[in-house]
């Protein structure tokens, strides 16, 4: 049961030393969820309460099923951003129908989730390379930022794309509310300050940096006091400030999500993205806060945990939640030990909605728009776009690509185009794996690219040593290699593949190495292999290759090169050990 329901793993062993660090953990998450909640619900075009029902029942059941002992689930910016313009596009934003689709889409996630999870489909999340998924984040703060920016001026602006965004900024710019300005320009200025220069002024005032963490992390509570305190001595409403109004009290009653066929049907696409994203997201951070502390995940039980999550939000009011990174290094950092830290911050959360929305009749949107831009500008990694671009160019078109199509054509197309170029680059590289050239190392049994090292070969013994597993997307690669290889080369009697590095074989690629063995027997050259692996040796024993096969299967490249060239094969292991060319390691 501990395999499915991982809170029996840590419970039994819970005491008061944890219960104290991971109370306090919650505190402080709390502190810094609740205008993060409100803010990433307007920032989804919902209600504000809604984003303080999606920070409770997912925290709670994260708690039971999830297998990270510091993720903090809840509302993040990018999956907010992703249900607007998803459910943007099937109802008006305010609109019962509007929060009917957010719920569905959170439900239909979650569904989708823990399918996923039940089926051990975790490794579906690795077709989406980090390159992408760091240039959609990046481009997708940068739309976020900028769809703020409105609510910083007090103008009326909205979009999908940047172009649209900004087109609508500017045409807005001749009704700019001074004290909407005023509000939002102090709010931004001082969360930044807080965020970049607060902490180390305290710690130069000699507070302790534990204590001086806490209150940059209230900062943002703060703003929100200070701002709503001005909103309402000064009747900002009356001078056009848009306030957050009414936040009914009291905890979210389970209901349904609409039953519309149809509507499920228009989400099931954004409702498979937003699942994807959110997990990479999520086992991302808790893989990163894990390690730290040598703990370890299951990656497909935070399927099942993230999932159960969505359905809870969905079934308590709320909308699509998956794990933030900035709250899971808060609450790591303020020493969470279990996963019981989230129970406590769903509690604390409970109680805000219980007693605290009357305060937050007056708190002007521009504050929460401030907190929003404050948050996702740290999610911009421009140092991650310069290192794809020296690391790989590929990579780093693939980067752009999202990055451009986030940008111009709104985040469905970006996060769609990013999953698509992922898979069809690993297609790509795979399609045409590294081939090398190897011959034998003076002085030693071991062989090496003869273009990166000195090494000595056999002039009727052709040595290949193939850098990838063997599939379907590359069979008549290595087929036209092998042929064009004896083409060239008419002294060519033995070919010998190195499959040191090959882990895996499928029906297409053996059909591709019965063909090569037909066609190299026809032309009078024998085929050999050499240091293949088990699993790969157990699919070839299940066909008839290896016994029309034309040479021999030999366990190490050395003894092949004893049994097809043994003059040379001796006399160069013999010889004093000779440095690699240009000084060079590699294989």
Same mark, same amino acid.
């Given at each position: !049961? ?14 008061? #030393? ?77 609109? #019962? ?22 089926? /051990? ?9 980090? +390159? ?17 920016? +409105? ?68 900062? #943002? ?74 703990? /370890? ?41 279990? #996963? ?8 604390? !959360? ?42 790989? /160019? ?70 290949? /040593? ?68 088990? +699993?790969? !040796? ?50």
């Amino acid at each position: !049961m501990a395999r499915y329901l991982p809170i029996l793993d840590w419970l039994p062993h819970y005491d008061r #030393p944890t219960f104290g660090a991971d109370v306090l953990a919650a505190l402080i998450v709390t502190i810094m969820l609740i205008p993060q909640s409100l803010a990433y619900a307007l920032l989804a075009g919902l209600p504000a309460e809604v984003g303080l029902y999606a920070s409770i029942a997912p925290l709670l059941i994260y708690a039971v099923f999830g297998t990270s002992r510091t993720l903090a689930v809840g509302p993040v910016a990018v999956v907010s951003l992703m249900t607007a313009a998803a459910v943007g596009q099937l109802a008006a934003t305010g609109t #019962p129908e509007y929060l009917g689709a957010a719920i569905a889409m959170a439900v239909l996630s979650g569904l989708m989730l823990l399918a996923m999870g039940l089926l /051990r489909l975790g490794f579906i999340a690795n077709f989406l390379s980090h +390159p992408v998924i760091s240039g959609f984040i990046s481009a997708s703060a940068v739309l976020i930022a900028v769809g703020q920016l +409105p609510g910083l001026l007090g103008i009326s602006a909205s979009g999908h794309t940047l172009a649209e965004i900004a087109l609508g900024i500017a045409a807005g710019l001749g009704g700019v509310n001074p004290f909407t300005l005023m509000i939002g320009g102090f709010a931004l200025g001082f969360l930044w300050w807080a965020r970049t220069r607060l902490k180390g002024s305290l710690l130069r005032l000699g507070v302790k940096p534990a204590l001086a963490g806490v209150i940059v992390r209230a900062a #943002p509570v703060l703003t929100v006091a200070l701002t709503t305190a001005a909103a309402w001595a000064l009747e900002l409403s009356a001078r056009g400030v848009a306030l957050v109004g009414e936040i009914p009290s009291g905890l979210p009653m389970p209901a349904l999500p609409p039953l519309d066929t149809a509507l499920w049907q228009a989400i099931l696409l954004p409702a498979a993205l937003i699942s994807l994203v959110g997990y990479v997201e999520t086992v991302s951070v808790a893989q990163t806060l894990a390690a730290k502390r040598r703990q /370890r995940i299951d990656p497909d039980q935070e399927l099942v945990a993230l999932g159960a999550a969505n359905i809870g939000a969905g079934l308590s009011g709320g909308f699509p939640v998956t794990g933030g990174f900035a709250r899971s290094v808060v609450n790591f950092d303020a020493g969470a030990q279990t #996963p019981a830290a989230g129970a406590f911050t769903a509690i604390g !959360m409970a109680l805000a909605t219980l007693f605290l929305t009357p305060l937050l009749y007056h708190l002007p949107k521009a504050t929460l728009a401030a907190t929003i831009i404050v948050a996702v500008l740290g999610l911009v990694d421009l140092a991650s776009i310069k290192r794809v671009w020296s690391a790989n /160019r590929a990579d780093f078109a693939a980067m752009a690509v999202t990055i451009a199509l986030t940008l111009g054509l709104g985040v469905e197309a970006g996060i769609a185009a990013g999953v698509a170029l992922s898979v069809l680059l690993h297609l790509y590289r795979t399609s045409k794996p590294h081939v090398a050239v190897i011959g034998q190392v003076q002085g030693t049994e071991h062989y090496r690219n003869v273009l990166r090292h000195a090494v000595t070969t056999a002039p009727d013994v052709l040595a290949l /040593r193939i850098d990838e597993a063997l599939y379907f997307p590359n069979a008549r690669f290595l087929e036209d290699t092998l042929l064009s290889a004896i083409a060239e080369n008419q002294r060519i009697r033995h070919v010998v593949l190195n499959c040191v590095a090959v882990n895996d074989i499928d029906s297409s690629a053996v059909e591709s190495l019965e063909a090569s063995n037909a066609r190299l027997r026809d032309a009078g050259v024998k085929l050999h292999l050499a240091e293949v692996k088990g +699993p790969v !040796m157990d699919r070839l024993l299940r066909t008839h290759f290896l016994q029309d096969l034309t040479g021999a299967v030999h366990l190490t490249m050395y003894d092949a090169m004893q049994v097809l060239a043994p003059e040379l094969s001796r006399a160069t292991r013999d010889l004093p050990r000779c440095e690699t060319a240009r000084g060079q390691t590699a294989t």
